[in-house]
């Protein structure tokens, strides 16, 4: 039974530890820039990670959580704003509203 707790801590470990590496070769940013969370505790698969004004999510799968891959888009992080824009280039903005 103290095995099973063992692995299952385990895998609490490294799955954030694959985040940060997956992290930091998507994006070249250096891992103790790197912040994980779990936002959804009911998925304990799903991650976020921050740094180097880049978030991106993760879904790790695999016995420990070791296989962990990106969902989604990447976002880019205004610095100092907190706003969040797509990865996409700018494509314009639409002209305002005249009601």
């Known amino acids: 039974m103290l095995c099973v707790v063992a692995l299952g801590w385990a895998g609490c470990f490294l799955r954030p530890n694959t ?6 070769g998507e994006f070249r940013c250096p891992k103790e820039q790197i912040k ?4 959804d505790k009911n ?3 799903f991650f976020r990670a921050n740094g180097c004004n880049r978030r991106a999510n993760y879904r ?3 016995d420990y959580g070791e296989f ?3 969902i989604g888009q990447p976002e880019t992080i205004q610095e100092g704003t ?5 990865a996409a280039p700018n494509i314009g903005t639409p002209p305002p509203s005249h009601e």
């Open 36 to 39: 994980v969370e779990r936002p």
């Open 82 to 86: 907190g706003n969040v824009e797509a």
């Open 19 to 24: 985040v940060i590496e997956r992290f930091n």
């Open 68 to 70: 962990c891959e990106r």
């Open 60 to 62: 790790c799968t695999g």
């Open 43 to 45: 998925q304990p698969d």
